[in-house]
């Protein structure tokens, strides 16, 4: 345009309808090289006539090419765009899908494991096709589970002597009751029961482990929680609760909440020179509010109303309590001391936080409840047991100080069920309380709130009974034959339950109550197949002589040895020869093998488990089955027997068995050996 004399030039308007044009023009090609609008649309989308200012047209000449120019960038544009959709499209063939297995206990993935072929690509054939069952949703399940807990409390609320049964309730059944039917709707019940059990219940409710087999920590959300709830119900009601409680336990939750101030340590004040002091500056824009001549700031917002409801009407109820917990929580509220680097110790928060978690520790002690630090260590030395010494080694120190503290609370307890609770028995109680205890029990079990037999032996998984091990007929024996005896062999068989519960996981999450019991019974009668046979025989009173935790040493130490490091040892073999043709999962497969090394030198291979995602690339069954397998507490996954008679059905993720039988560990062998064709 530069060479066109001035009056030849466009103007500022016709070159921006040129702009307008090259737009259109461009966007037209690109819907045409789509196919999206027809080719005698072409004319339609152009401009053809350029006006200046004084509303003449331009020469041919420079109309021809402008529109050659504008053709021709819209054709570049469109190789260009054209050529990154192709890249991509192959970028996306040559990319390798990750197949992934829902590990879920309410939703189960399919894995068909075929006898040649690594999946089942073909349709299944008409014989091999079930019918398949008719699956409620979520929304249904959790409406169900809705209705079933809100039929249970409006039954508990109508028992008879609700006051007299309330108090007379095992913490344990109380605490079944709220996690089934909700804090809030528990309320009243809550507002029944005493002191200890409140006490017992917090310690069951509002600590919590962020990660299975690790310690527990004081959860101050779930704390805020039951205030509201107490507040909801009533706030006299909450302020008499926390005024039963233990006032150490109330200061050390409410200063995760709240900041306690004297009035005037946070009030405005003139100095010397007319200067004002903005001492309360700090805390502008928080939420705060003044109770009994303290100041109350917020240093959570979740919970502030519930709060300063509950603190007001301990004030005005409870006037030496409110005074004695205000008092503790100011102390609490002071700033932290400068970091001098010259000490390594708690503050004061800190102090207090780790104070309350011993004086739980040792309540729970006394009830037969084990610490995860304890726990973790009876598991770690249980698996180092040397069977081919000499003679049986005695307990771990961690057992017997477990025992000495545990023997009378046992020994008192009679045959009291393993995975069941039961109430304690009313002292001077009416005879119809006594039965409303009964009743409530049962209905609480007939509702499920109470724990049934968990799906864990896939022979039997629609419910049917429960094989039968050999340990359970010498236990028989022993009751039989000793009933003291028996009672002392429970609570051995309580510790080596609750060790799991505390120091363990299956499948990255808790053992529940009922599974632990399962498990410890398991892993003991392996131990009872495996006991060597130069320490003594194994008749029938076998367990007249000898205690359950030796037992569970020893099939701990070969569950341990012969399926944990077994298929971490064999692994490491398979793939120092595996090639893969695809690169990346060929470098994903060298980290896993030399994390795997490293791992198996330290004797936990179960921390290498993350980087066995790749396996689920080559084959899914062999993943779930390897996770299982070199998990800290083993169990047999059903892709193991699938793999082996090489059947093609479903197989629900998180269905597993425990060991307790010599053939199941020949049938981790058999796997492994056909784990390198499983691969390829």
């Known amino acids: 345009m530069k060479g066109l004399p001035a009056e030849r030039r466009p103007s500022r308007r016709a070159s921006a309808r040129v702009q307008r044009h090259c737009g259109a023009t461009a966007a037209a090609d690109r819907c045409r090289r789509r196919d999206v609008l027809p080719q005698r649309s072409r004319a339609k989308t152009g401009i053809s006539i ?112 609700l006051e007299h049964v309330v108090p ?50 004081f959860d101050a959300d779930r704390f805020g929680a039951w205030i509201e709830a107490l507040v909801e119900h009533g706030v006299s009601v909450a302020a008499r609760t926390l005024a039963a409680l233990d006032a150490g336990l109330v200061i050390a939750a409410l200063s995760q909440h709240v900041r306690v101030f004297d009035c005037a340590a946070v009030t405005s004040f003139m100095l010397l020179d007319g200067e004002e002091s903005l001492t309360g500056s700090r805390m502008d824009g928080l939420p705060r509010c003044d109770v009994g001549g303290f100041v109350v700031v917020a240093a959570r917002s979740e919970y502030w109303g519930a709060i300063t409801d509950v603190l007001a009407a301990l004030e005005e109820e409870h006037g030496a309590r409110f005074h004695q917990i205000m008092c503790g929580c100011r102390r609490l509220s002071n ?23 011993i004086d739980r520790e040792q309540r729970r002690g006394t009830q037969g409840f084990v610490t995860p630090a304890e726990a973790r260590a009876f598991l770690q030395a249980a698996r180092r047991i040397d069977l081919r010494h000499g003679t049986a080694q005695p307990v771990d120190v961690v057992g017997r100080a477990h025992f000495h503290e545990v023997t009378a609370e046992a020994a008192s307890s009679g045959d009291k069920s393993l995975g069941g609770l039961r109430a304690s028995p009313p002292a001077e109680a009416p005879d119809l309380a006594a039965r409303a205890v009964e009743e409530l029990v049962e209905l609480v079990r007939e509702a499920g709130a109470l724990p049934r037999a968990p799906r864990a032996l896939l022979d039997n998984p629609r419910g049917s009974a429960t094989r039968s091990l050999r340990i359970h007929g010498l236990l028989q024996f022993v009751r039989a034959a000793d009933s003291s005896l028996f009672s002392r062999r429970t609570g051995e068989l309580a510790f080596l339950s609750n060790a799991i519960v505390a120091g363990a996981s299956v499948q990255a999450r808790p053992f529940s109550p009922d599974e632990a019991s399962r498990a410890a019974l398991a892993v003991c009668n392996l131990g009872l197949e495996n006991w060597p046979d130069h320490w003594s025989a194994t008749p029938d009173d076998f367990l007249l002589a000898h205690d359950l935790v030796a037992l569970f040493e020893v099939g701990w ?16 073999y398979v793939l120092a020869s595996f090639r893969c043709d695809d690169s990346a999962t060929q470098e994903a497969l060298d980290s896993l093998r030399v994390a795997m090394t490293r791992q198996l030198r330290e004797g936990t291979p179960w921390r290498a488990r993350d980087a066995l995602d790749v396996i689920a690339i080559l084959d899914m069954p062999a993943w779930a089955a390897l ?30 068995e425990f060991f307790a039988e010599n053939h199941q560990i020949a049938m981790v062998r058999d796997f492994m050996q056909l784990l390198p064709r499983r691969l390829r």
């Open 50 to 161: 350029f006006g200046d200012r004084r509303g003449g047209t331009l020469p041919a000449d420079t109309r021809s090419s402008l529109r050659e120019a504008t053709r021709r960038a819209a054709r570049q544009e469109i190789e260009v765009k054209v050529q990154e959709l192709e890249n991509e499209r192959q970028d996306a063939r040559n990319r390798p899908s990750p197949h992934i297995l829902w590990l879920t206990l309410v939703i189960a993935s399919r894995l068909f494991v075929a006898a040649q072929a690594l999946y089942h690509r073909r349709p299944m054939p008409e014989h091999v096709r079930r019918p398949r069952q008719r699956r409620r949703s979520r929304s249904t399940l959790a409406t169900t589970r809705t209705l079933d807990a809100r039929g249970l409390i409006d039954r508990i609320l109508t028992t008879p002597h």
């Open 335 to 357: 700033s932290r001391p400068e970091v001098d680097g010259l000490d390594d110790l708690m503050n004061v928060g800190d102090q207090v936080m780790f104070d309350l978690a």
């Open 168 to 217: 007379r309730l095992e913490p344990e059944v109380l605490h079944r009751v709220i996690q089934h039917c909700g804090l809030q709707a528990c309320a009243e019940l809550v507002a029944l029961a005493t002191p200890d059990q409140l006490r017992r219940v917090f310690d069951l409710d509002v600590w919590r482990a962020r990660t299975p087999g690790l310690d527990e920590q």
């Open 557 to 572: 130490t070969v569950l341990h040895e012969n399926v944990c490091t077994y298929t971490a040892d064999r692994l490491v």
């Open 627 to 656: 996770l299982a397998l070199t998990d800290e507490f083993p169990v047999l996954h059903t892709a193991v027997g699938a793999s082996l008679t090489g059947s093609v059905r479903q197989v629900e993720a998180a269905a597993f």
